[in-house]
């Protein structure tokens, strides 16, 4: 390790402006990758003390970073957007290790070039692995939420084929919020043409509506929504109002999608009777399916195959037992709360061990766990006019939502010291 003498004479040839830009790099680095607010915070102080500032004060919000850096008597303000969000699992592993490994010191070329080598690693899967991957989630939310095989093969199709169209269209920086509702668009229109043909096969529809939804919840976008929450708990109130909104405008550019295919179909999306299975089935087909649905998501999200497996596995236990309390009578937001807490607490427990960040393995279980049918049901019911009913789902989803983010916040009650 350097000597104290050594360290400053290599900050000061390095600047303390060139020093400041790296800190912004990686603050947004870390930002437009996903990560919360309240850990973004922690590791860019962590950086910016090992580049030799004394005290760093920031700002952060979803699309823009401000810092106040001071080093002796030199003081810098700066200012950096960040650009379009994202979620990205093994570009924050990668980050953190960074953050982590820096030793006291480090020029700020040195993490400058590790940065943009970080940024400029290609996504671990191909974008026809991960429209696959959606159209199993797919089939996966049918099961969940009630529906047979032909709701599950028809959404499958479904959501495949919107995955993919919103995977072209973000590879070309089209708009978020267009392309969610084009995808959400294209996702139930085509549910509603292979639900068309499939009687012609001999295959009826018991649960026509619930696929319907479920062939548009994987656009649903729950970690902003979570993130933007856990955010507030954690008093990151600028990124978590900004997260918030962004995530509202997500969901109803997607509601609008899928209010006009309901418009032009004119469909009813009330839910049907559940699906009648024997107990002992139904749970072990729910934990397959819980851990298809996180699997395929922690795939979206860029996970590393380790990660994509220990989330799999954590929602099988997580989601069925939420599921399973609620059909012991428990009411749906406790039973959110108890399994995001159990996600939070493995997280916690397995994450250093396992060398997997926490939030790698928190953001695929609890978004499995967002009520979007709720969501979808709430926007087209007050499009309705159909207002009691809505506020039953507005109910619903704001306190599962609320409840899940409240769940992985209580798990850090138990979190260690962190240790840099």
Do not use: C
Not at 11 to 25: I, R
Not at 129 to 142: C, D, E, L, W, Y
Not at 405 to 413: D, F, H, K, N, T
């Amino acid at each position: 390790m350097p000597s104290a003498s050594e360290t400053q004479d290599q900050l000061t040839a390095a600047g303390p402006t060139e020093a400041a830009d790296v800190v912004l790099s990686f603050s947004a680095a870390m930002l437009r990758a996903g990560n919360p607010a309240s850990r973004t915070r922690h590791w860019t102080e962590v950086v910016a003390r090992k580049l030799g500032f004394d005290a760093v004060s920031i700002s952060l919000s979803l699309d823009g970073v401000t810092a106040g850096l001071h080093r002796q008597d030199v003081r810098i303000t700066a200012v950096r957007e960040i650009g379009p969000p994202g979620i990205n699992a093994a570009r924050i592993a990668a980050l953190e290790q960074l953050a982590r490994t820096a030793k006291p010191g480090v020029a700020p070329g040195g993490i400058a070039a590790a940065l943009a080598q970080i940024e400029s690693a290609p996504p671990l899967y191909s974008p026809v692995q991960t429209t696959a991957a959606i159209g199993v989630a797919s089939g996966a939310f049918a099961f969940l939420n009630g529906a047979a095989a032909p709701e599950m093969v028809a959404t499958a199709i479904a959501g495949a084929t919107g995955q993919y169209l919103r995977s072209w269209l973000s590879r070309r920086h089209f708009n978020h919020h267009g392309v969610s509702a084009l995808s959400a668009f294209v996702a139930s229109a085509a549910y509603v043409l292979v639900a068309t043909l499939m009687p012609y096969a001999g295959l009826g529809f018991a649960h026509y509506s619930v696929g319907f939804i479920a062939s548009v919840l994987f656009l649903v976008p729950g970690f902003p929504l979570i993130a933007g929450l856990f955010d507030l708990l954690q008093h990151q109130t600028v990124a978590a109002v900004s997260r918030l909104a962004y995530g509202m405008m997500m969901l109803l550019a997607v509601a609008l999608g899928l209010s006009i295919v309901i418009g032009i179909a004119g469909l009813d999306v009330s839910r049907g009777p559940p699906l009648e299975l024997a107990y002992p089935l139904k749970l072990l087909l729910r934990a397959a399916a819980s851990f298809l649905a996180a699997s395929a998501f922690a795939m979206l999200f860029n996970g590393s195959p380790r990660m994509v497996l220990a989330a799999g596995l954590l929602a099988l236990v997580a989601n069925d037992l939420r599921l399973g309390l609620v059909d012991m009578g428990m009411m749906p937001a406790p039973a959110a709360f108890l399994a995001a807490l159990t996600i939070g607490l493995v997280a916690l427990l397995a994450g250093e061990r396992l060398g997997i960040p926490r939030i790698a393995m928190t953001v695929a279980p609890i978004v499995i766990m967002v009520p979007g049918v709720s969501a979808f049901e709430m926007i087209v019911r007050f499009n309705r006019g159909q207002v009691l009913e809505a506020l039953q789902a507005t109910a619903t989803f704001a306190f599962v939502i609320g409840a899940l983010a409240v769940g992985l916040a209580a798990a850090l009650v138990f979190s260690p010291r962190r240790r840099t």
